[in-house]
């Protein structure tokens, strides 16, 4: 039977997230009204909507929408896309790839489940740890001496879910270089992606550049619509798409249709979208800086080069769990701690994708004002 740890980031959210008067540490975007997604379609998604009949889908997903996946990379075709919740894809593609007594290399600090299923099923996990003192670094020297001839799987997530951290092109190419130089499969959670401040720092997406890479992405973060739960896997890898498709029958089987239909809206008018999101990033990142000046006694960070997160390290506090769990209760402000992330209790998560940011920044910045002069 699969056991597998409470998942401690989110069981925090399902505390806090739709009670909490003002959110300081959402990992996405700011939402797109519905009505602004079905202004966007055109005449041929308009008419599918209008005439859509509540039926089951294709478990891979619809067509089109995989059509319109596939137009963001560069190498990759509609039938190498599996349409998955983004949660789903993660255990969709460990469930198919590993075995007990396997060991596999995730990113950490990271987004739990990266790392969780792999344990559940029996893998042993070695941490790709970032470097705080050199702007949350990962080297990939210390990859390499963390790799072993049982390494089955390496998970990677860039831009990084907490810290925001892009690694230089260079890097990346370094790093699919060598997996492909020991057939080792990558998983690439590139949930953040095209949130880049600037857009030529931008990473190729992993399956482009190696054949047993599995790209992550999906409509949650980048383009604020988390509530369609619409994901996706992209691999070149035939054999292993083919086993992670069977696998969702046992999981969702497939996606809702009218989702489907209005991520396929918004994919084609991505560019759109995501300028929408950059542009608000770009203000909330400036808010980010002024507020990590002013604050520098209390708190210290900066804003990230990509992603709509930051990890910052908090000065005038030895325990951020019970710090986040006072903030909650005497402003009505969450914020998530680093003991969520396993991370110690030093620093915090701050998301900076909403629209309401620079308010919520300010409230917090007289609370630290108050509270520590």
């Known amino acids: 039977m699969m056991k597998i740890e409470p998942f401690a980031l989110e069981r925090y959210f399902a505390r806090y997230e739709f009670t909490a008067r003002h959110l300081l540490s959402c990992s996405d975007c700011e939402s797109l009204p519905m009505a602004d997604v079905l202004a966007m379609a055109d005449d041929a998604t308009r008419d599918l909507w209008d005439h859509l009949r509540l039926g089951y889908t294709d478990s891979q997903g619809h067509p089109l929408l995989r059509?319109?996946?596939?137009?963001?990379?560069?190498?990759?075709?509609?039938?190498?896309?599996?349409?998955?919740?983004?949660?789903?894809?993660?255990?969709?593609?460990?469930?198919?790839?590993?075995?007990?007594?396997?060991?596999?290399?995730?990113?950490?600090?990271?987004?739990?489940?990266?790392?969780?299923v792999a344990q559940s099923i029996g893998c042993s996990v070695s941490y790709w740890t970032a470097d705080e003192s050199h702007g949350w670094r990962f080297a990939i020297d210390r990859l390499e001496s963390i790799l072993q001839n049982s390494t089955r799987l390496v998970v990677t997530n860039f831009p990084h879910n907490p810290t925001g951290y892009l690694p230089p092109r260079e890097d990346f190419e370094a790093l699919v270089d060598l997996l492909r130089q020991r057939n080792i499969p990558l998983l690439a959670d590139e949930m953040y992606r095209f949130l880049e401040q600037n857009a030529e720092d931008r990473l190729p997406a992993a399956c482009d550049l190696y054949d047993q890479a599995v790209s992550l992405f999906g409509l949650s973060k980048t383009f604020g619509l988390p509530g369609l739960r619409i994901g996706w896997l992209a691999t070149r890898n035939q054999a292993l798409g083919t086993r992670m498709g069977r696998l969702k029958d046992y999981t969702t089987i497939c996606s809702s249709a009218p989702s489907e239909i209005l991520a396929l809206m918004a994919l084609r008018n991505r560019d759109a979208i995501i300028a929408q999101q950059n542009a608000r990033l770009q203000k909330n990142r400036a808010a980010l800086d002024r507020f990590f000046r002013v604050q520098a006694g209390c708190i210290t960070g900066q804003s990230p080069p990509a992603g709509s997160l930051c990890f910052p390290r908090m000065q005038t506090v030895a325990d951020t769990y019970t710090f986040c769990e006072e903030l909650i209760q005497e402003t009505g402000i969450m914020l998530a701690p680093s003991r969520l992330f396993a991370y110690g209790d030093h620093h915090v998560r701050i998301g900076f994708g909403r629209e309401d940011f620079p308010e919520v920044l300010a409230r917090f910045g007289d609370y630290l004002k108050m509270r520590f002069g």
């Open 67 to 116: 059509e319109a996946i596939a137009a963001i990379y560069d190498d990759i075709r509609p039938q190498d896309i599996l349409v998955t919740v983004p949660e789903e894809g993660i255990f969709l593609l460990m469930q198919a790839l590993l075995n007990p007594g396997d060991h596999v290399v995730c990113t950490f600090p990271g987004y739990q489940s990266l790392y969780a």
